[in-house]
């Protein structure tokens, strides 16, 4: 069956192998299929939610563009733009706005950790961003969209609005109810040095992280110093009950190979951890490395990348310039 696919990616720099493993990998698969259409957005209004440098987020912007290239997402198949190029976004995320109960948003997960203990210092913006996130994905009809764990409730808040607007405005339909996407095993990629903490872009420590633009020498240095415990590697799964670092990295090591879990551990169950972090550090470089040479590689070339997220965003204009006219002749304007 021929999917419409939809999914954004934040322009906050480091990204790292958590978005390489839980979205990234997912999008140059799906890219791949000749049936599927496939949109993949540099979501540059969600970014400032939370202060941004100007020149910084210009840059971010192209690197996050030059990511997706070098990962292997095709820019003449699919579509690559970045998100405050087309207005609709802001003016479908307003009337979703209107439309959507503040309880519903006070559920938010990741408003609560984003936030923290300060949230009355928050911006509204960060409240209101899973908002901004369903108009995205329905302003292109997506029927699947590709994510981490961690945007699976804002998944679930998008197919919620969609119901209620059909609802309300007697137009059954009119909003396609999107399905995530989620890579069952390795959806939540964890800290190198905290397996109960998602390996993420904040976290002040760059020795938690491996960066999609880190060097061979960096990543063997950072998994040769990744958290373990002093077991072997166990032959079974459920021994990896209370091991979250060792269960981080078998996954990690199964995820880049596209093998399961069980059959990483039947390679190495009984072995220790030094051997298979070696092993591990080879894999992760032969595959991280050509893809921040090539991202390097594309920053330097901004009028390539300036063109390609121009040419993406004209095409998703067309797209969801359509749809929010429609959506406004329903709510009456
Ligand atoms: P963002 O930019 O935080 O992350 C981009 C993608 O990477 C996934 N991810 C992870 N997956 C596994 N393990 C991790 N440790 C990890 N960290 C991040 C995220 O789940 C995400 O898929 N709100 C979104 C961007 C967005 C979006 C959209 C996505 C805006 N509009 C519409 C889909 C559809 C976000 O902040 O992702």
Request: charged share 30%; glycine share 6%; hydrophobic share 35%.
């Given at each position: ?8 990616v ?10 390489y493993?839980?979205?990234i ?7 791949k299929?000749?049936?599927?259409e ?6 540059d209004?969600?970014?400032i939610?939370?202060?941004q440098?100007?020149d910084q987020?210009?840059n971010n912007?192209r ?5 997706f290239i ?6 003449n ?9 087309v207005?609709?976004?802001?003016e479908g995320s ?6 959507s109960?503040?309880g ?6 990741q408003f ?9 210092k928050?911006s509204?913006?960060?409240y209101i ?14 029927t699947?969209v590709?994510?981490?764990?961690d ?12 119901h209620?607007f059909?609802k309300?405005f ?6 396609k109810?999107?399905?995530?996407l989620?890579?069952k ?5 964890m800290?190198?040095?905290d397996g109960l ?21 960096d ?7 990744a ?6 590697i166990?032959?079974e ?6 091991r979250?670092e ?15 879990l ?9 072995k ?5 972090k070696?092993?591990?550090a080879e894999?992760l ?9 090539e991202?390097?590689?594309l ?12 040419e ?8 969801a310039?359509?749809?929010?006219k429609?959506?406004?002749q329903?709510?009456?304007?």
């Amino acid at each position: 069956m021929s999917k419409k696919i939809f999914s954004g990616v934040q322009p906050t720099g480091n990204l790292h192998l958590g978005n390489y493993l839980g979205a990234i990998k997912n999008f140059v698969e799906l890219g791949k299929d000749k049936e599927n259409e496939c949109i993949y957005c540099v979501v540059d209004l969600h970014a400032i939610t939370v202060k941004q440098d100007k020149d910084q987020l210009k840059n971010n912007i192209r690197e996050t563009a030059a990511t997706f290239i070098a990962s292997g997402i095709d820019p003449n198949k699919n579509i690559i733009f970045n998100q405050s190029k087309v207005y609709a976004h802001a003016e479908g995320s307003w009337i979703l706005s209107c439309l959507s109960p503040m309880g519903w948003l006070n559920r938010m997960t990741q408003f609560k950790e984003k936030a923290g203990k300060d949230k009355e210092k928050a911006s509204v913006g960060l409240y209101i961003y899973p908002i901004l996130m369903a108009s995205d994905i329905l302003l292109y009809d997506a029927t699947h969209v590709p994510v981490g764990e961690d945007q699976k409730q804002h998944l679930e808040l998008t197919r919620d609005i969609a119901h209620k607007f059909n609802k309300e405005f007697a137009c059954e339909d009119f909003f396609k109810i999107p399905e995530p996407l989620i890579k069952k095993n390795f959806s939540r990629i964890m800290s190198l040095k905290d397996g109960l903490k998602k390996m993420s872009k904040s976290d002040p420590s760059d020795l938690s992280r491996i960066n999609l633009t880190d060097s061979e020498d960096d990543i063997i240095n950072k998994i040769r110093k990744a958290k373990t415990d002093s077991s072997p590697i166990p032959n079974e799964e459920r021994e990896l009950k209370d091991r979250p670092e060792a269960e981080n990295l078998l996954r990690i090591y199964s995820s880049i190979l596209n093998q399961t879990l069980n059959k990483t551990l039947d390679e190495f169950g009984g072995k220790n951890f030094s051997e298979f972090k070696s092993q591990l550090a080879e894999i992760l470089s032969s595959k991280i490395s050509p893809i921040s040479d090539e991202t390097r590689k594309l920053i330097s070339d901004k009028e390539y990348l300036d063109k390609i997220l121009l040419e993406g965003a004209s095409k998703a204009e067309e797209i969801a310039g359509k749809k929010i006219k429609e959506m406004k002749q329903i709510i009456g304007f």
